[in-house]
């Protein structure tokens, strides 16, 4: 007994330095225990919650996916992980515990050890984890477009660079630009622009293989990683992107505008190659392609 008594005051001084909330829920989804010292939810008292089923508590489709959380913890006998948005227009007792704006949350359960099948389940609030993750993926993607951009493009080079050095294999890069895109936001308006960019990289998404990696680089542009594509294979798959946009066009009232690309190919050299040094030979093809009209390809190893 003395045992007992000094494991549930350990438990208790645990509960109590924990800021996430803490359930403990039978098989069949009655509250059994709950905790939540410095919890950002407003789950009422104490014991607000003790004694009461999951759907007393939570909507029908958040109560079910907890149910089933129970379940398999208790059937596989391990941990589950889900993130779910608790809304209050939709979490109609937190609304009526003064909850005005939605968060994230982590739900993790575990088998609790007992006579009866429980679970331990934790409740973490992620709002700021998810804001950052947010942040983070708009610092690596074109707004205009939703495509990654150069700041993503680079890292995966090296990657794909260090792999073909190790494994001896080859990559190629493909610079794809709209020739005289400036010129034509000038005359047509920007709207114009953008509507070439969007239709040039929703035809580039189409056409690329799984294994590429396609991104905007630059206000007139995008690039395509090849991966295991050697210099003259390189070649042909630009000269599919130039026949491909040869048929694209962009609306503009009530008229098609249409549009040609300019493409630059790097191949990788060798062992002291590198991720800026492969993009720079690209960025110079592409601008041979340029000062010699546009509405061409030119490639380098």
């Known amino acids: 007994m003395k045992n ?7 438990i208790d001084a645990l509960l109590n330095v924990l800021s996430e909330d803490v359930l403990i829920l039978s098989q069949q989804g009655t509250i059994i225990f709950s905790s939540h010292n410095d919890s950002a939810i407003p789950w009422g008292g104490a014991d607000e919650l003790t004694g009461k089923q999951l759907t007393d508590i939570f909507p029908g489709a958040i109560a079910s996916q907890l149910q089933g959380m129970i379940d398999k913890s208790l059937g596989l006998n391990q941990l589950m992980v889900k993130e779910v948005l608790f809304d209050p227009t939709e979490f109609i007792y937190l609304q ?28 973490e609030d992620i709002s700021r984890r998810k804001m950052a993750q947010r942040e983070s993926s708009q610092i690596q993607r074109d707004l205009l477009t939703g495509m990654y951009n150069r700041r993503a493009l680079m890292p995966v080079l090296a990657q794909s660079i260090a792999q073909a ?20 936001n000038d005359q ?9 960019l969007k239709r040039l990289a929703e035809s580039l998404n189409s056409l690329k293989r799984t294994a590429d990696f396609l991104a905007r680089v ?33 609306p503009n009232s009530g008229t098609d505008i249409a549009f040609t690309v300019s ?26 392609c340029k000062q010699q009209g546009g509405n061409q390809i030119s490639g380098s190893e």
């Open 188 to 196: 047509r308006g920007w709207d114009v622009g953008d509507q070439i």
């Open 96 to 123: 009526q515990q003064g909850m005005v704006e939605s968060c994230w949350v982590e739900i993790r359960m575990a088998p609790s050890s007992g006579d009866e099948p429980s679970v331990v389940c934790r409740i």
């Open 4 to 10: 007992a008594n000094l494991l549930q005051t350990r």
């Open 165 to 184: 050095i190790r494994y001896d294999w080859v990559c190629s890069l493909m610079l794809i630009d709209v020739d005289s895109l400036r010129l034509i």
């Open 218 to 250: 630059g206000e007139d542009g995008f690039a395509i990683l090849l991966p295991e594509t050697n210099a003259e294979q390189g070649i042909l798959a630009a000269e599919r992107v130039h026949n491909m946009v040869s048929d694209l066009s962009a």
């Open 263 to 288: 493409i630059g190919v790097a191949t990788l050299t060798g062992e002291d190659d590198s991720a800026e040094s492969m993009f720079n030979r690209a960025e110079s093809s592409l601008q041979l």
